[in-house]
Each structure stands twice: as structure tokens, then as C-alpha cells.
């Protein structure tokens, strides 16, 4: 009988038992990760991991082979659509569109930017560096005073309610002063001034309009010290009237200015500021200095009007915040009724702010007709304002300013019998010790 034949039963290794292979792990001209994001690579001509991946085609995956031509097989292409890549984070804009207050983003990402408070840039570097130059000029100020009447703050011959020189040191220093910038009619220039160091009421120790103006004098001309309608924007009355200013422009400016760059944001406050000068120049006693950067301040509160109604639907509350800044406003207004602070400088600059701040703030339209809006009201109020300050210039110098609105200097002025009930020039004659 025959014994079937059995099979021997193959011999089974342990895996450590297998004899290394090298050629087992050479990497192959088309071998595919298998990992589908694209997020792991090994971009080394030497043969890495994946050779065949190409990093500036991510979307592509691995089309390349080992040498850098074409695979014969694109194993790994997509047949799905994907959405778009996001802009990488170190895209960032350059200095000059972030001062101007341009970022190339999307629609929607400026509305999730505006709703979430996050501005164009981070650090409003105008607003500190006005308000260093302002804190140099005040300290000037006082400097002025005290080596002029021994004080940095003025006693005599008038107490300075806000803490701060006298008259004579802030018309020197460069307030805006009509009798210093053009012929006032009914103040001659022959008028004796009280003196820097003059400390009696009635001055005792007078002075002509010329010394009193300072910058040089008139050099035998009429006066005509226009640059104090830029000058008087850098002084401050005193103390208190530094103070809050201050308070004001590093806190609602210079968000402002994070908003909209610091380009268009130092636009926006000088002529804010000038223009409110100018308002000042046509319609106050022009017998009484101002100062201050209120205007210039106010107008940069326009802008977020401007905000407020251009993007109502983005803000928190709304209609809340327009109460409080009804409230802040009706507050700025009242304050403009301070002696040396001009109220015509609050108005002019809001108004200026509100045309400004329209052209330049960036707003965003999120439909056709809202952007139609936005730019009528855009081409409307650039040569609004350009006419604005071309018509009070010209009516500061050739014209009566009172003849044209006889009541409006009771908004920067209350009457008492100081002030002649805010009637003539407000300026106090040394003879009579009586306004004119």
C-alpha cells in the first residue's frame, strides 16, 4: 500500500527573521502619500519622501515626477472643485496703503472686521505725535507768562479761568487774532495794548499792536498774520483746557485715526481745524483771542457720525450711541462759551469733519444703491467744502463779518456788561477801561 504523500508545511519566519531588503523601501517614481491634504511634504531633490510633489502647485498634488518633468500618471489628481485658498497672513499691504487706510480684503471681511471693532492699523501715530507737539507748545505757554509777569499762570490784571497765561502771552504766542491779520474797522492801529509784563487793570504799561502780535511785526504793512489761523490750532487756553482736550484726541481721534490711516486721518484734523478758525474769524469778537484744537477735534467727532449712519446696521445699538453722542456734542457746545475758546471753532470744525470724513472715512457699501449714495454724497461734498473755505476767506478780509449775521455771535458769546453784551469788537480801550 502506497503512503500518501503529505506536503510539507512551509517554513513560517517571525518578521525579525526576514532578511533586510534594501531595495524594499527605495521610494518609486510615482509612488502617492497617503495622506490627500498636501499638508506634509518633503520638498528635497535628493529623493525624499515625496518627490513627485511640487510646492508651488498645491492644489495639483503630486504631477511631477522624481526628475522634475511630467508623471506618465497623474495619480493623485482632483476631480472635486475646492474652494479658493485664503489669503496667507504675511500678505500685508504696504506702509503707504496702510497709512491711507486701504487693505485688500474682502466684502465680507471688512463687515466681520467693523462688527468684531478691528481697525486698519494699529497704532495712532499722528494723534501722539500732535498731541507731544501740543504738550511742547503749552509748556512754552507758561514758560512765556511766567518770565513776563513772574507766574506760568495768569492773576493779574485778570484771573485766566482755565489755568493759564494771559492774554497778551496767548495773542504773542500765535492765537488767532483779527486785529493781528487784517484792518479791523473800528480799532485803529495806532490802539495801545497792555504789555506782556503788564500786571494793573487798567495796563499801566502799554505797547503797540505790533510788539503785541509778535512773529516779526508787520514790516510797515498791514497786518496780515494768516498762518495764526494754523497756529492757534497747536495752542491752548490753560490747564483745564489742555487737559480735556487731550483727553478727547487720544481717545475719540485717535480711534479715528485707526479707522481711517493716518494719512486721511491728519487731512481730516488740520482742516477740520483751519476751517473752524476761519468760522471763528467771520463771526466772533474780534477784540477777543481764541485757541485751542477743539475744532480740529470736533471734526474728527463727525467722522463718527459719518460711521454711525453709514454703517447703522453694523453697529451695537445704535440708536444708543447716537443718544450719548447727541449728548457728548450738546456738551462741546457748551463748553465753546469758556473765555478764549471759540464755539464757531466746534461748529466749523464738525461741519468740515462731516465733509471730509464723507470722502475719506472708508465705507462700506454692501449694495448697489448704498454705494450710488456714498459716492453723490462723496462728489457733493468736495466742492462743498472747497467753496466753504473760499467764501469765508474772502469774506474775513473784505468783508464786514457781523453785516452778514448779526445774531451768530451769541453762539460763542454770553452777554454781560463785560463784554459790552457781546456787542463791537469786544476789545476794552485803556482810557476808558469800557469795550468798543
Same mark, same amino acid.
Given at each position: 500500500?502506497?503512503?500518501?504523500?503529505?506536503?510539507?508545511?512551509?517554513?513560517?519566519?517571525?518578521?525579525?527573521?526576514?532578511?533586510?531588503?534594501?531595495?524594499?523601501?527605495?521610494?518609486?517614481?510615482?509612488?502617492?502619500?497617503?495622506?490627500?491634504?498636501?499638508?506634509?511634504?518633503?520638498?528635497?531633490?535628493?529623493?525624499?519622501?515625496?518627490?513627485?510633489?511640487?510646492?508651488?502647485?498645491?492644489?495639483?498634488?503630486?504631477?511631477?515626477?522624481?526628475?522634475?518633468?511630467?508623471?506618465?500618471?497623474?495619480?493623485?489628481?482632483?476631480?472635486?472643485?475646492?474652494?479658493?485658498?485664503?489669503?496667507?497672513?504675511?500678505?500685508?499691504?504696504?506702509?503707504?496703503?496702510?497709512?491711507?487706510?486701504?487693505?485688500?480684503?474682502?466684502?465680507?471681511?471688512?463687515?466681520?472686521?467693523?462688527?468684531?471693532?478691528?481697525?486698519?492699523?494699529?497704532?495712532?501715530?499722528?494723534?501722539?505725535?500732535?498731541?507731544?507737539?501740543?504738550?511742547?507748545?503749552?509748556?512754552?505757554?507758561?514758560?512765556?507768562?511766567?518770565?513776563?509777569?513772574?507766574?506760568?499762570?495768569?492773576?493779574?490784571?485778570?484771573?485766566?479761568?482755565?489755568?493759564?497765561?494771559?492774554?497778551?502771552?496767548?495773542?504773542?504766542?500765535?492765537?488767532?487774532?483779527?486785529?493781528?491779520?487784517?484792518?479791523?474797522?473800528?480799532?485803529?492801529?495806532?490802539?495801545?495794548?497792555?504789555?506782556?509784563?503788564?500786571?494793573?487793570?487798567?495796563?499801566?504799561?502799554?505797547?503797540?499792536?505790533?510788539?503785541?502780535?509778535?512773529?516779526?511785526?508787520?514790516?510797515?504793512?498791514?497786518?496780515?498774520?494768516? $498762518?495764526?489761523? &494754523?497756529? #492757534?490750532?497747536?495752542? *491752548?487756553?490753560? !490747564?483745564?483746557?489742555? @487737559?480735556?482736550?487731550?483727553?478727547?484726541? +487720544?481717545?475719540?481721534?485717535?480711534?479715528?485715526?485707526?479707522?481711517?490711516?493716518?494719512?486721511?486721518?491728519?487731512?481730516?484734523?488740520?482742516?477740520?481745524?483751519?476751517?473752524?478758525?476761519?468760522?471763528?474769524?467771520?463771526?466772533?469778537?474780534?477784540?477777543?483771542?481764541?485757541?485751542?484744537?477743539?475744532?480740529?477735534?470736533?471734526?474728527?467727532?463727525?467722522?463718527?457720525?459719518?460711521?454711525?449712519?453709514?454703517?447703522?446696521?453694523?453697529?451695537?445699538?445704535?440708536?444708543?450711541?447716537?443718544?450719548?453722542?447727541?449728548?457728548?456734542?450738546?456738551?462741546?457746545?457748551?463748553?465753546?462759551?469758556?473765555?478764549?475758546?471759540?464755539?464757531?471753532?466746534?461748529?466749523?470744525?464738525?461741519?468740515?469733519?462731516?465733509?471730509?470724513?464723507?470722502?475719506? $472715512?472708508?465705507? &462700506?457699501? #454692501?449694495?448697489?444703491? *448704498?454705494?450710488? !449714495?456714498?459716492?453723490? @454724497?462723496?462728489?457733493?461734498?468736495?466742492? +462743498?467744502?472747497?467753496?466753504?473755505?473760499?467764501?469765508?476767506?474772502?469774506?474775513?478780509?473784505?468783508?464786514?463779518?457781523?453785516?452778514?449775521?448779526?445774531?451768530?455771535?451769541?453762539?460763542?458769546?454770553?452777554?454781560?456788561?463785560?463784554?459790552?453784551?457781546?456787542?463791537?469788537?469786544?476789545?476794552?480801550?485803556?482810557?476808558?477801561?469800557?469795550?468798543?
Amino acid at each position: 500500500m502506497t503512503t500518501p504523500h503529505t506536503p510539507a508545511t512551509p517554513q513560517v519566519h517571525a518578521p525579525e527573521d526576514q532578511p533586510f531588503d534594501p531595495e524594499s523601501i527605495k521610494p518609486s517614481g510615482h509612488a502617492r502619500s497617503e495622506s490627500q491634504t498636501g499638508l506634509i511634504h518633503n520638498d528635497s531633490s535628493d529623493g525624499g519622501m515625496f518627490p513627485g510633489y511640487d510646492p508651488k502647485y498645491p492644489d495639483a498634488g503630486y504631477n511631477y515626477n522624481h526628475y522634475g518633468g511630467p508623471s506618465e500618471y497623474n495619480l493623485v489628481e482632483k476631480q472635486e472643485s475646492y474652494p479658493a485658498r485664503a489669503q496667507p497672513l504675511t500678505d500685508k499691504p504696504s506702509v503707504l496703503a496702510k497709512s491711507l487706510g486701504f487693505r485688500p480684503v474682502s466684502l465680507a471681511q471688512r463687515i466681520d472686521d467693523k462688527k468684531r471693532g478691528i481697525t486698519r492699523q494699529r497704532y495712532p501715530i499722528v494723534v501722539w505725535a500732535l498731541s507731544i507737539a501740543m504738550l511742547g507748545v503749552f509748556i512754552y505757554e507758561l514758560v512765556l507768562n511766567a518770565k513776563s509777569q513772574g507766574s506760568p499762570v495768569s492773576f493779574k490784571p485778570v484771573v485766566n479761568p482755565m489755568l493759564g497765561p494771559s492774554q497778551s502771552a496767548l495773542i504773542f504766542a500765535g492765537a488767532r487774532y483779527p486785529p493781528c491779520m487784517k484792518i479791523v474797522q473800528g480799532l485803529s492801529l495806532d490802539t495801545q495794548f497792555g504789555c506782556l509784563n503788564n500786571t494793573a487793570n487798567p495796563p499801566d504799561r502799554l505797547c503797540s499792536l505790533e510788539d503785541v502780535c509778535g512773529f516779526g511785526g508787520f514790516h510797515d504793512k498791514d497786518p496780515n498774520q494768516w $498762518y495764526r489761523f &494754523i497756529t #492757534a490750532v497747536f495752542l *491752548h487756553a490753560g !490747564i483745564i483746557h489742555f @487737559l480735556l482736550n487731550m483727553l478727547a484726541q +487720544l481717545t475719540v481721534s485717535a480711534q479715528v485715526e485707526r479707522e481711517m490711516g493716518s494719512a486721511g486721518f491728519l487731512i481730516l484734523y488740520l482742516a477740520a481745524g483751519i476751517f473752524g478758525n476761519v468760522l471763528g474769524g467771520n463771526f466772533t469778537l474780534v477784540g477777543v483771542p481764541s485757541v485751542g484744537a477743539s475744532g480740529a477735534i470736533f471734526g474728527t467727532v463727525a467722522v463718527a457720525w459719518v460711521d454711525l449712519f453709514a454703517h447703522w446696521k453694523y453697529q451695537y445699538r445704535p440708536a444708543r450711541k447716537l443718544v450719548f453722542m447727541i449728548i457728548e456734542l450738546l456738551i462741546g457746545i457748551a463748553i465753546g462759551f469758556i473765555p478764549y475758546v471759540d464755539n464757531f471753532a466746534h461748529i466749523g470744525g464738525f461741519l468740515m469733519g462731516l465733509l471730509v470724513g464723507m470722502v475719506l $472715512y472708508p465705507i &462700506i457699501s #454692501a449694495t448697489k444703491r *448704498h454705494r450710488i !449714495i456714498v459716492w453723490v @454724497l462723496r462728489l457733493a461734498a468736495i466742492p +462743498l467744502a472747497v467753496v466753504l473755505f473760499v467764501v469765508l476767506i474772502r469774506n474775513f478780509y473784505t468783508s464786514d463779518p457781523y453785516a452778514a449775521c448779526s445774531w451768530c455771535r451769541y453762539l460763542s458769546c454770553i452777554p454781560t456788561s463785560s463784554n459790552n453784551h457781546c456787542k463791537g469788537t469786544g476789545y476794552t480801550t485803556v482810557s476808558s477801561n469800557t469795550s468798543i
